[in-house]
């Protein structure tokens, strides 16, 4: 089994940035696609990014394309998501997710295409 444990979340002004971590026990993750999701009050759980396993490939959400990056630390266990420039829109309760799978694929941008879930970080961006 995989736990998966997010931090850094917190209250920011618009055009600011956050780093929300990661971190992930129970198996190394180092072979494991990542994703991180967002779900704001009374919306669906978005797509934000994902990083495969293997080869390093990642992939973004339209309305954070330029402005997030994904990366991970594989001797920490840990994946990062870093927030630059960020927009009130981006408030939101952010996920990290998992899959066994070490390759990105069209499931990587849904919630389905992953099998473990953190519990989840508040994001709040004022304007």
């Known amino acids: 089994q995989v736990q998966l444990v997010e931090s850094g979340g917190g209250l920011v002004q618009a055009g600011g940035s956050l780093r929300l971590s990661c971190a992930a026990s129970?198996?190394?993750?180092?072979?494991?696609?990542m994703g991180w999701f967002r779900q704001a009050p009374g919306k669906e759980r978005e797509f934000v990014a994902a990083r495969a396993g293997i080869g390093g490939s990642t992939y973004y959400g339209d309305s954070v394309k330029g402005r997030f990056t994904i990366s991970r630390d594989n001797a920490k266990n840990t994946v990062y998501l870093q927030m630059n420039s960020l927009k009130p829109e981006d408030t939101a309760v952010y996920y990290c997710a998992a899959d066994a799978s070490p390759f990105l694929s069209p499931d990587s941008a849904t919630p389905k295409g992953y099998g473990y879930w953190g519990q989840g970080t508040q994001v709040t961006v004022s304007s």
């Open positions: 129970g198996r190394t993750v180092s072979y494991y696609a």
